[in-house]
């Protein structure tokens, strides 16, 4: 059973535009969620998180929205930049544990 | 500053051999340790965590195990490679305690042939 889900395995998006990332979840428990980013053969590395008591946390180009009732968090990225290609992973954990569950990822290309 | 490291970076073995990849961190005491496995086309699924020397919980039932023998030092073994562990390795860490990121190493192409 997929507990974070990443629907869309891929996404095109033109530079200096608005890149969205879906990430939904179905476990209520999961009260920390984050995002991470991977390029081939290497270890993801960490973006941004945002625990549940907030519904937005941003960092520079990169905003995460989290929408508690429809368990779903999205990450936004603007503008989009050619260096932002890569594979996008949402997780997440519950009640301050150390495991994280990690979604399927989506891999972004951003068109120059 | 606190570093991951993991080798070998690549690795190619047959059906049927012994396997052990190692990762050791410097920087922290006493961190959460994490093995991961990334198939092809697929996410990432945590395999191992640790959270002390000795303490292993395993997730997933698999032909694989690891072993914390030292604070900082955690491996993953097999006896018999099946064709199925072909993978990408990661392992991590992070701090003890509340909600902490994960830092991840630089991991290992397994391919078993």
């Known amino acids: 059973d997929q507990q974070v889900k990443q629907n869309s395995p891929s996404l095109s998006v033109q530079e200096g535009r608005i890149s969205i990332l879906n990430c939904d979840y179905t476990?209520?428990?999961?009260?920390?969620f984050l995002w991470y980013k991977k390029y081939p053969a290497e270890g993801p590395t960490f973006l941004i998180s945002?625990?549940?008591?907030?519904d937005k946390n941003e960092d520079g180009r990169f905003t995460v929205f989290l929408n508690k009732s429809a368990k779903h968090l999205s990450l936004h990225i603007v503008p989009s930049q050619p260096g932002d290609s890569a594979v996008y992973f949402c997780?997440?954990?519950?009640?301050?544990?150390?495991?994280?569950?990690f979604g399927t990822g989506t891999r972004l290309k951003v068109l120059a | 500053s606190q570093t991951i490291h993991q080798w070998p970076a690549t690795l190619v073995q047959p059906v049927g051999s012994p396997l052990s990849l190692e990762c050791t961190v410097e920087?922290?005491?006493?961190?959460?340790l994490y093995w991961y496995r990334q198939a092809a086309g697929r996410g990432l699924q945590l395999l191992f965590y640790?959270?002390?020397?000795?303490?292993i919980s395993s997730e997933v039932p698999q032909n694989l195990s690891a072993s914390r023998p030292q604070d900082r030092q955690f491996i993953l073994s097999s006896k018999k490679l099946l064709l199925s562990d072909s993978g990408f390795y990661l392992c991590?860490?992070?701090?003890?305690?509340?909600?902490?990121?994960?830092?991840f190493g630089p991991g290992t192409r397994l391919t078993v042939l």
């Open positions: 997780a997440a954990s519950a009640g301050g544990t150390y495991k994280y569950i």
């Open positions: 991590a860490w992070s701090e003890t305690s509340g909600n902490n990121e994960q830092f």
């Open positions: 476990n209520s428990m999961f009260d920390y």
């Open positions: 920087g922290t005491s006493n961190p959460n």
């Open positions: 640790s959270v002390g020397i000795g303490q």
């Open positions: 945002i625990s549940s008591i907030k």
